[in-house]
Each structure stands twice: as structure tokens, then as C-alpha cells.
């Protein structure tokens, strides 16, 4: 048995109010990992996103290797937990390295020069495009949802529809 990933999510915000009440509740998980070499680097960001989590569920902030070690412990077994990351390419990284993810959830990734904009919350560039891509072939679905209400769309077809593809 391994962990219970009850929801894989990229948002380059990781823990926010959206993530922290409305999910952590749709999900039911008990426990957040945030998936970032980058923020485990980072003291402060850490603390912050440690208090950002909700009441009742525990955060952490973890490396790309960690995440890869811990994923088949047994400390982890059957426990409901909520993967955060910042960008596809650490998906990609940890997919490669046999984390088994079924679903994921893109919130938002912020414009920046070099982004086009799909969706008022989803800017993309080809590297974000090729990981995804490599992401939908393994057979990963790829789904854009601000909350658990909305209605899920595909973000591949949203990529084609907006001819991103060379």
C-alpha cells in the first residue's frame, strides 16, 4: 500500500485560501505536501505556508527526492494526503521516477514574460507544454478546476483549441 493521493494540484500560490479550505474539505485529506526543491530551501517560505494550511491538516515542504522516498513508506500508508506543486516539470520529475499520479488538478500558474495565457488564471510556455505533454501520455489526465464545483476541462484540448502545439 502507499500513500492516499487524493489530489495532485499545480498552483505556483501552493497554499492559498481556495486550496486550504475548499479542497482540503472536498478531499478530505488529512495531510498537505508541497512538493518544491525550491520553497524546502526556504525558511521563511516554509513557515509561511506551514501557517497557511487549515486547521486540522498538516503541512509539510518537501523536495522532489523526498517526496520520491517517502512515497511507498509505510508511514504513509492509507494516509489522505493533497500534493502541491509549483510547476508540470517537478510533476514530470517525480511521474518519471515512479510516483503513480491517475489525475491532475491545474489551478494556476501566473503570467510571465515568455507565457501565453489560456485561461485568466493559466499561463503557459513550450517547456510547460512539452511537460504536460509528456504528463497526458502516460496516461495522466490533466484537468483545469479553480474549485471542486467547476466544471473540469481538459487542458490538452484547451492547448490545441489555442493551436500552442508546434
Known sequence: MVMDIRLTRIDDRLIHGQVATVWSKATGIERI???????????LRKF????????GIKS??????????????QLFDGMK????FASPQ???DVVEAGVDLQTINIGGMRFSEGKKMITNFISVDGKD???FLR?????IELEIRQVPTDR??????LIKKEKMLQ
Open 33 to 43: 505536501l508541497v512538493v518544491s526543491d525550491e520553497v524546502a530551501n526556504d525558511e
Open 135 to 139: 504528463l497526458a501520455e502516460a496516461g
Open 152 to 157: 473540469k476541462t481538459d487542458l490538452i484540448q
Open 129 to 131: 507544454i512539452q511537460s
Open 60 to 73: 509539510n515542504v518537501v523536495t522532489k527526492r523526498k517526496l520520491i522516498e517517502v512515497y511507498q513508506d
Open 48 to 55: 509561511l505556508l506551514k501557517q497557511a494550511a487549515p486547521p
Open 81 to 84: 494526503i493533497m500534493l502541491l
Open 90 to 92: 517537478d510533476v514530470v
